[in-house]
């Protein structure tokens, strides 16, 4: 008989942990991004000092990595340990594998959104610049679209352990009904 594991409260609060530490990061990031005033010209190159956004971009990314991966392994470990799985076992694992395939694909899009901006905010000195040589300065708004995205992959995380906790609950009542 299967029972719900006892760690599974430990991995939701690792999970809202890193999530809550990443989206304050990211907030913190967007208010320290580098601003089109400390672009510095000197005729037709370009300059711009490294800013403490890109610290906070790669902490969210780390945080955010690592919420994503032990989350969902956590859970994916227990839907692919069951055994003689019932007849209609294929219905109640597709609302978990939508939910662990929405949490990646969430994640994903705020980890190239870190990335890029986090990139754009090292030091570009004067002639390298981020891309061909040009300056670039994060627009307003692409930490808090990261920010958002943190807190949908979190939910989607959170929706999928439940969402196989509960399906665990239901065989082990099935089972000793």
Not at 138 to 165: E, Q
């Amino acid at each position: 008989m299967e029972r719900p594991c006892k760690l599974s409260p430990v991995v939701s609060f690792v999970v809202v942990l890193l999530s809550l530490v990443a989206f304050t990061t990211c907030i913190a990031a967007e208010f320290e991004k580098n601003k089109g005033k400390d672009l510095k010209l000197d005729g037709r190159l370009c300059s711009l000092p490294e800013s403490p956004a890109f610290g906070l971009g790669i902490t969210a990314s780390i945080c955010l990595s690592i919420a994503q991966i032990v989350g969902t392994s956590f859970a994916g470990i227990q839907l692919c340990s069951r055994k003689n799985k019932p007849a209609g076992q294929t219905r109640r694992t597709a609302t978990p594998i939508s939910l662990m395939v929405l949490s990646w694909i969430s994640f994903g899009l705020a980890i190239i959104l870190l990335g890029a901006s986090s990139s754009m905010n090292s030091r570009q000195p004067y002639g390298k610049g981020w891309l061909d040589g040009n300056c670039y300065v994060v627009k307003d708004g692409v930490y808090s679209g990261a920010a958002v995205l943190v807190v949908v992959t979190m939910i989607f995380i959170l929706g999928f352990k439940r969402s196989m906790r509960s399906n665990t609950v239901n065989r082990v009542m099935t089972e000793d009904g």
